[in-house]
């Protein structure tokens, strides 16, 4: 028998009635599962589906999770990155970038967290601590992916302001680490077209 953890999907599957389990003699609960359920209420357990939730796109659904993780142990890892960004994506942006100035305060260099707290001031219109937050992320973070999605934010801000000459600044840096061919550039390019008009 081969044991093998599922992937996330959206494969719609249906619930089987308990009066069908004596007929198709199935239990309930396999003994097999309990080796994998343990402690259901642990933090752990409840930063898991948070975080599949929220790679689901249901991030009203990994609220409750992380929500209940966050009130067993506020400061567990990567816990508060996952909060910012579920407020995020449901706009609530004020409390995103609370829970990130925090987190930041205890991991100052976590490019994650600068990357959500930068988009999180972008949509507050924050522009002057985006733009700190985001030269931080610039000279600490060494994932250039990274540092081309934080720029590629604020640029965009820049664009819809047409802010050339901060659009242009920006777009040299980003220039610098980001691979030929990288959708980014594409968007760049184009909406360097766009402002010349």
């Given amino acids: ?38 402690d259901s209420n642990s933090v752990q357990r409840q930063y898991q589906l948070g975080f599949c939730y929220n790679a689901w796109g249901e991030y009203k659904k990994a609220l409750l999770y992380l929500e209940k993780a966050q009130k067993i142990e506020p400061k567990y890892k990567d816990l508060e990155n996952e909060l910012a960004y579920s407020y995020n994506a449901l706009g609530d942006f004020e409390k995103a970038s609370k829970i990130l100035e925090s987190a930041i305060k205890a991991s100052p260099d976590d490019c994650n967290l600068l990357k959500e707290l930068s988009f999180a001031q972008i949509q507050l219109k924050k522009i002057d601590k985006a733009e700190e937050t985001c030269k931080k992320a610039m000279s600490i973070c060494t994932d250039k992916q990274m540092k081309s999605e934080i720029a590629y934010n604020l640029i965009f801000q820049y664009y819809q302001l047409k802010d050339k000459n901060k659009f242009k600044i920006l777009a040299d840096e980003i220039s610098k680490f980001t691979a030929n061919g990288d959708r980014i550039l594409v968007n760049l390019s184009n909406m360097e077209v766009d402002l010349s008009k």
């Fill in 1 to 38: 028998m081969l044991i093998k953890r599922l992937s996330p999907s959206r494969i719609k599957v249906a619930i089987i009635p308990n009066e069908k389990f004596k007929e198709l003699q199935i239990e309930d609960r396999p003994d097999w599962l309990n080796v994998y359920i343990k």
